[in-house]
């Protein structure tokens, strides 16, 4: 379980925009079906990462707060599949529909979206402002698998809770941590 952290892309980067197949309801899912939302979450997850398996039932209660709220979430699964079975958009299905999230869950087959997002691990948190630019990215909060902090969402839920309150997010953001995103064989990012 090797620790990596994420890249930290910088504040006010624009939203890069995506078409990706829902594994739950056979949709795909752009950038534009959160339009008119105030803000939007893109979740880099897993269904294998102990570290997205240490926060998973968070995930679901951050939907259940927040989509009903207006912010529009989105999660994605960008590992190779074919090395990662566990991470296949069937098994994806089955953890979003045991979890009950109550947002799209897709995979990103190509892992260009991934790269676009300059995603590194998972989980991989990106929270965006009505123009659809960067205002936050990094940790759900300061728990890890064994460190005996409680999961609490308390570092996203307070950038989420400005982006609703029109106010600004804290600049000072830590990184999220976890296991590295699963590249295919030569494609991973210049880092």
Not at 89 to 112: G, H, I, R, S, W
Not at 132 to 151: A, F
């Amino acid at each position: 379980m090797a620790l990596k952290y994420s890249a930290m892309l910088p504040l006010e980067t624009q939203a890069p925009s995506f078409s990706l197949p829902d594994v739950v309801l056979n949709r795909t899912i752009t950038l534009d079906f959160f339009s008119g939302h105030p803000g939007l979450l893109v979740m880099f997850i897993c269904n294998h990462c102990p570290y997205v398996i240490h926060i998973q039932k968070a995930l679901a209660k951050i939907g259940e707060d927040y989509v009903p709220k207006d912010i529009g979430i989105i999660a994605i699964s960008s590992n190779d599949a074919s090395t990662y079975p566990e991470d296949s958009p069937e098994k994806l299905k089955a953890m979003a529909e045991f979890l009950k999230f109550n947002f799209p869950v897709c995979y990103d087959e190509t892992q260009e979206v991934a790269k676009a997002y300059h995603a590194l691990c998972t989980p991989d948190f990106f929270l965006f402002g009505k123009e659809r630019r960067l205002v936050y990215r990094g940790q759900l909060d300061d728990s890890r698998p064994g460190n005996n902090k409680p999961v609490d969402g308390a570092s996203l839920r307070s950038a989420i809770g400005a982006v609703l309150t029109g106010h600004t997010v804290a600049v000072k953001q830590k990184p999220s941590a976890g296991c590295s995103i699963k590249w295919k064989p030569g494609n991973e990012p210049d880092t």
